[in-house]
């Protein structure tokens, strides 16, 4: 069975400060990746996705998460936080063949002025 | 291009009443998820339908089904409501299912069981 850990229920920052939310997952082979942000009421919105090549991957909104293989890990980064990122962010994994997604239970982001 | 739209926004209804919720994915997309989202048990899938077919399905009683029309559009329903169904449903428009086709999510419907 596959899983996501997000560590990190609720992580604060100070608005222009560098920000890192941790994923790690557990699956037998490599899971296609997600990112999803939620604001208060809303639905998901993806902010990027790993499927293969570089490790790297950019998304929307500044963000970028890098996979690590050997740690089972996909955090999501970004260097300067801004006020409107304030929202909760879900890791997500998928099989090649599955036709669903495993959330993690979410990171709550606050941004301080 | 139309994103995923859910129908209706909110809803409030009674212990044992059913209800019936609405999903129109993306033109073009062929496959529609649903998921329930709770503080407790987090985000939880609960069935995908592709052509019409429910092709994959989450571990929740036989109360919650669904189906799917010709057009693609999706409703699921909910019999015998309980005080735990109280959720945001979300409801995810895919072109083909598959997780390399990446998943499209609607704005959720907030279902609250009183």
Redesign the interface.
């Known amino acids: 069975a596959q899983s996501v850990t997000q560590p990190d229920i609720h992580i604060t920052v100070s608005e222009g400060a560098s920000l890192e939310l941790r994923c790690n997952y557990s699956y037998g082979a490599t ?2 990746l ?1 990112w ?1 942000v939620q604001s208060p ?6 902010l990027l ?1 790993y ?1 293969s090549g570089d490790t790297l991957v950019q998304g929307i909104k500044g963000f970028e998460a890098e996979f690590k293989r050997s740690q089972s890990s996909f955090n999501l980064r970004k260097p300067s936080v801004h006020w409107s990122d304030a929202a909760e962010y ?1 890791c ?1 994994i ?13 990171t709550q982001l606050t941004v301080l002025p | 291009k139309a994103g ?1 739209t ?1 129908t209706p926004r909110y809803l409030i209804k009674t212990r044992g009443q059913q209800v019936t919720l609405s999903c129109s994915p993306i033109s073009g997309h062929r ?1 529609v ?1 649903w ?1 329930q989202q709770t503080p407790g048990q ?2 939880q ?1 609960l069935f ?1 339908y ?1 052509s019409e077919t429910q ?2 399905k ?1 571990n929740f009683p036989g109360r919650f089904s669904g189906r799917q029309f010709s057009n693609s559009r999706s409703e699921m329903n909910v019999s015998t409501l309980e005080l735990g169904d109280s959720a945001l449903y ?1 409801c ?1 428009s ?1 072109l083909g ?4 086709g ?7 419907t ?1 279902l609250t069981v009183v």
């Open positions: 899971p296609y997600f999803y009421g809303q639905g998901l919105q993806l996705k499927f879900f997500a998928a099989s090649g063949s599955a036709r669903q997604l495993t959330f993690g239970s979410g | 995923v859910q496959s998820s998921y987090g985000l899938f995908e592709f092709r994959n989450g979300l995810a895919s299912g598959q997780a390399s990446g998943y499209t999510f609607g704005s959720g907030r």
